[in-house]
């Protein structure tokens, strides 16, 4: 069974880099049809999609956060991980790392869907 | 960016009644982008309906989705008291995927 854990400091300073790990046992972020992702969610409000990668190396990032993100994996390790750069009070959030399943095909369209989310880290930015 | 918005905001309902969520696109979505999650309070989100219509696995009977285009619904159809959370849609036609701003099923 997958399991997805994340891992980080709970407090960042503003201006500096949030740095979490998200830890995958149970199977291997190699496998294909996967997309290891992070969603955020600030507090009392909706979900945000950061972005994700796969096949070990290429991501995909929301653009309204591209220039201070980067997601990458460590197969050795089984883990994956994302750095958020000069981040500010509006950064803070419960940060989610998830799986994204390349689901069955029909007709050139694939089903595609979050079906593994670790159970969130709150991060705070305070000085 | 394709918008997801969710009405009503909050739905106050009894166990045993049926609950109907709505989540209508900003563009024209092709059905197999669309899921909806079921988030209650200190959890993260699970997935409850991918495909639009297409029950997740372990995920019960009494879950339903529907729609096409830009309109689709959720329907519970009893209500049982494990069921009272908020639940969102989202959609993976357009990137970036954006969710819905959830609706809060209470009691």
């Known amino acids: 069974q997958v399991q997805l854990q994340e891992s980080g400091p709970g407090l960042v300073k503003p201006s500096q880099t949030l740095s979490l790990t998200c830890i995958v046992s149970g199977g291997s972020i190699s496998s294909g049809g996967y997309y290891w992702s992070w969603i955020r969610q600030h507090p009392g409000k909706g979900l945000e999609f950061i972005g994700f990668?796969?096949?070990?190396?290429?991501?995909y990032y929301n653009p309204s956060l591209w220039s201070r993100v980067t997601i990458s994996a460590d197969t050795s390790k089984n883990q994956f991980s994302l750095k958020l750069r000069s981040v500010t009070v509006a950064d803070a959030a419960v940060y989610y790392c998830?799986?994204?399943?390349?689901?069955?095909?029909?007709?050139?369209?694939?089903?595609?869907?979050?079906?593994?989310w670790g159970r969130g880290t709150l991060v705070t930015v305070s000085s | 960016e394709i918008v997801l918005t969710q009405s009503p905001g909050t739905l106050s309902l009894s166990p045993g009644e049926r609950a109907t969520l709505f989540c209508r696109a900003s563009q024209s979505l092709n059905i197999f982008y669309l899921a909806w999650y079921q988030q209650k309070p200190g959890q993260a989100p699970r997935l409850l309906i991918y495909?639009?219509?297409s029950r997740a696995t372990g995920i019960p009977d009494r879950f339903s989705g529907s729609g096409s285009v830009t309109d689709f619904t959720l329907t519970i159809s009893r209500l049982e008291p494990e069921d009272f959370a908020v639940y969102y849609c989202q959609q993976y036609g357009n990137s970036p995927w954006t969710f819905g701003q959830g609706t809060k099923v209470e009691i």
């Open positions: 998830a799986r994204e399943t390349l689901g069955s095909c029909s007709g050139g369209s694939c089903y595609r869907y979050f079906d593994l």
């Open positions: 495909g639009a219509s």
């Open positions: 990668i796969y096949n070990s190396g290429t991501t």
